[in-house]
């Protein structure tokens, strides 16, 4: 029981994890490495960039976007929100799209093949749905 509670206790303690936040693409790039972000309508802009990390998973990358009161988060991480109600969506030109309802957000979930990391959409606007799904195409 030492053993096992010494083991837990050195992995615990050599996790080197990462939580940053940047106001731009290009700082955070610097940082983290390069990344893509999707294209984004006229108007809205990066407010803030978060890079999760906790050295064990893979790591969390959400961009921020706000035009004027209206906001829409994009990340790239693993796969989330498995147990969440979700809806697949039939797309010919992505296979694994899903719409997934999570309390009072929209998300879409999305990924090219599985050897892409997922992405996400998250809004609060139900009727955002179809332009999130061109975002996702054209990423």
Same mark, same amino acid.
């Given at each position: 029981?030492? !053993? ?16 940053? /936040? ?14 893509? !972000? ?5 108007? =809205? ?11 064990? /998973?893979?790591? !969390? /990358?959400?961009?921020?976007?706000? &035009? ?15 147990? $969440? ?13 899903? %719409? ?6 929209? !998300?879409? &979930? %999305? +990924?090219? $093949?599985?050897?892409? $990391? =997922?992405?996400?959409?998250? /809004? +609060? ?5 179809? %332009? ?8």
């Amino acid at each position: 029981m030492l !053993v096992l509670f010494s083991f837990i206790f050195s992995i615990v303690a050599c996790n080197d994890g990462q939580s940053l /936040t940047f106001e731009n693409k290009e700082d955070a790039e610097q940082e983290i490495g390069k990344f893509q !972000v999707p294209f984004m309508p006229e108007g =809205y802009i990066i407010k803030k960039i978060t890079y999760e990390n906790d050295g064990f /998973t893979h790591p !969390v /990358t959400k961009v921020f976007y706000e &035009k004027a009161s209206h906001k829409v988060t994009f990340m790239i991480a693993s796969s989330w929100f498995d147990n $969440s109600p979700s809806e697949k969506i039939e797309n010919d030109k992505i296979a694994d799209m899903l %719409w997934i309802s999570k309390d009072k957000e929209y !998300v879409l &979930k %999305w +990924r090219k $093949s599985n050897k892409h $990391s =997922y992405k996400y959409l998250f /809004t +609060r606007s139900e009727e955002d749905k179809g %332009w999130l799904i061109s975002i996702a195409e054209n990423y």
